[in-house]
């Protein structure tokens, strides 16, 4: 069997990351292994999920709901979705977009960005937030973080 650069992720050497209010990162396919084109993450959400921007990027992203609800917002339309497990969204680039949880169980939503970058943002604003407490200067430099990888927040609060 020829091998083509696979690489198997699984539980135990996913790369995780919790942030705060406890929502999880896994990151399961990074940019490394696809040259670049693709990763896949993990994204643990807990109840009663708070959200307050819309974002736009040039990355697509892929949005499957693994388990529990998933509040998805697309800027342009009145109300949002109720995504449950199975339910798959796309977000074309540069088309804002927002989502939560606002349900009472811990969601799972497996999220596939092409081209890659968005793990590696996870990666870097995860150690910022741990490198340094609360601060104006940590803000700053989060926010550079988001310009480094092309993520906007569209100034539209969620109805």
């Not at 091998?3 to 050497?13: D, F, I």
């Not at 697309?74 to 349900?103: K, R």
Request: hydrophobic share 40%.
């Amino acid at each position: 069997m020829t091998n083509y650069g696979a690489q198997l992720t699984t539980a135990v050497n996913a790369t995780e990351l919790t942030f705060l209010g406890g929502s999880k990162i896994r990151i399961l396919v990074d940019g490394e292994q696809t040259n670049g084109r693709a990763c896949i993450l993990e994204y643990t959400a807990q109840p009663n999920g708070a959200f307050d921007h819309f974002a736009r990027h040039e990355f697509v992203e892929i949005f499957h709901v693994i388990s529990g609800t998933l509040m998805f917002h697309f800027i342009d339309d009145e109300e949002p979705l109720a995504l449950t497990a199975g339910d798959v969204v796309s977000v074309p680039s540069y088309v804002p977009h927002g989502f939560w949880n606002g349900g009472e169980e811990t969601a799972v939503i497996h999220i596939t960005c092409a081209p890659s970058g968005l793990d590696q943002f996870f990666i870097e604003s995860h150690a910022l937030l741990n490198q340094m407490p609360p601060s104006d200067e940590r803000t700053r430099r989060l926010f550079a973080l988001r310009d480094k990888y092309g993520i906007e927040w569209v100034e539209k609060k969620r109805p």
